[in-house]
């Protein structure tokens, strides 16, 4: 098989009517294709069945970051009238931040934007594509964002900003059940089906569960522009490897167990 080098290789048909816009009732009732890589054969099951592929000293590896409410809206100072979205990048130093606005034309340096409970930005830099450096009248600018801020949602789940009931539901289910160290403006998002009593199944079933942290950042909302992949470039991502997740790897790799590694976040930091 010949590698797929061009962009244009990926397209495929997504009808919008299969595209949820909220999450299940139960996050481990979500659907789940299983496919046996020797047979082909592909099954549809639910992914609280997902405990009867892993047995005894089996390793599960998950991404352990945390999303913080990364997107706010605010308007210029002089113009109450014209809305912004912003999505916090990385904080520079304290009060100063990296961010990402829309539409871009309205945000230039030396405005002042109003954001909600007395949360004001001075942009301070303008950058490519949308980027900007704003610079806070607060160096308590993460503690605003969980007071204002909304999750970073890809752009395919329609969101309306003054939708508090949303809102809140996507606050807690934007977020896995086992997320710890906080730093990322997206979540992984293949460990969001794992529920308390999932993992303790596998636990049961002899499994070791350990963990990574790989901050889910630009990268995530980056586009590709480029028509060959391999000339696309990536931005960075910061990551941890806990010194006991590298040795139960280690070992369970010496001794050719089965590693299952959760999402693109964990397989980059592994690899």
């Known amino acids: 098989m010949e590698p ?7 397209d495929f048909e997504l009808p919008q009517e299969l595209i949820a816009q909220q999450p299940l009732l139960n996050r481990d009732e979500s659907r789940l294709m299983v496919i046996d890589r020797k047979t082909g054969l592909i099954q ?35 113009q109450p009238d014209k809305q912004v979205e912003f999505l916090f990048v990385r904080e520079l130093k304290p009060a100063l931040w990296e961010v990402l606005c829309r539409p871009a034309k309205r945000v230039q340096p030396g405005e002042v934007f109003l954001f909600e409970k007395e949360l004001k930005g001075l942009v ?15 160096e308590k600018v993460k503690e605003k964002l969980q007071e204002i801020g909304t999750p970073p949602l890809p752009p395919y789940i329609k969101r309306k900003k003054d939708d508090p009931r949303l809102k809140n539901l996507d606050r807690e289910r934007y977020q896995t059940v086992f997320a710890r160290k906080e730093g990322s403006i997206a979540a992984p998002t293949a460990g969001l089906h794992f ?6 199944e596998i636990r049961k079933k002899g499994t070791t569960i350990c963990y990574v ?26 990551f941890y490897l806990p010194e006991e997740t590298a040795e139960i790897l280690n070992q369970a790799r010496a001794e050719g167990r089965k590693i299952t590694a959760v999402g693109t976040t964990v397989v980059r930091t592994l690899e």
């Open 4 to 10: 797929k080098l061009h962009l244009s290789d990926y």
């Open 44 to 78: 549809h099951r639910i992914f609280k069945e997902v405990p009867e592929y892993f047995g005894p000293d089996d390793v599960l590896v998950l991404n352990d970051t945390r999303v913080i409410p990364a997107r706010a809206w605010a308007h210029p100072e002089s």
């Open 124 to 138: 301070r830099e303008k950058g490519p594509l949308g980027h900007r450096v704003l610079e806070f009248n607060t």
């Open 195 to 200: 529920t308390p009593a999932t993992l303790e």
């Open 213 to 238: 942290t790989l901050n889910v950042g630009e990268a995530t909302f980056q586009p590709v522009r480029v028509e060959r992949v391999t000339e696309h470039k990536m931005l960075p991502e910061y």
